[in-house]
């Protein structure tokens, strides 16, 4: 009995762990449940993500920040759209991009949520920010090779 319950403990702990990708994790929302990748059409943004994302940040700091450097951000989108930053991976410490990057896409407007047999579902998915000069390119990064790469 008492090693059944050490494995149950241990199993459920692993699997909570398991869950945040990155090294930056955050509370911004308490998803009961995250599926990397859920649903049979992705979740989308209602509008060009890469060009919304650049009308709100100061492009000093991407010349700044360097050609070439990349994010991770782990994010959550509810059946209703709405996103939330889960984790970030931000090998190059651009804290203060990495910050304001956070709190803009935590307040977009609502995503078109990802279906799963014609009805919106809760997804996670990655998204891989590569920052050039004075601009940034976004794409996904899935195990669906339809939808992997995809610049949105």
Excluded at 102 to 115: D, G, K, V
Aim: with cysteine; charged share 25%; aromatic share 14%.
């Amino acid at each position: 009995m008492k090693y059944s319950f050490l494995f149950i403990l241990l199993l459920v702990s692993s699997s909570a762990w398991s869950q945040v990708l990155f090294k930056y994790d955050f509370k911004d929302c308490e998803p009961a449940d995250i599926c990397l990748y859920c649903g049979d059409a992705p979740a989308r943004p209602p509008v060009k993500l890469a060009k919304y994302l650049q009308k709100k940040l100061n492009r000093a700091q991407f010349e700044y920040n360097g050609k070439g450097r990349q994010m991770l951000f782990q994010v959550y989108i509810d059946a209703k759209g709405k996103l939330c930053v889960l984790s970030i991976d931000d090998k190059h410490d651009m804290w203060q991009l990495r910050k304001d990057m956070r709190l803009e896409l935590n307040n977009m407007p609502n995503w078109i949520p990802a279906t799963l047999y014609g009805k919106p579902t809760h997804t996670s998915m990655v998204l891989e920010f590569t920052f050039h000069k004075d601009y940034f390119d976004i794409r996904y990064i899935s195990k669906r090779p339809q939808v992997d790469g995809r610049v949105i």
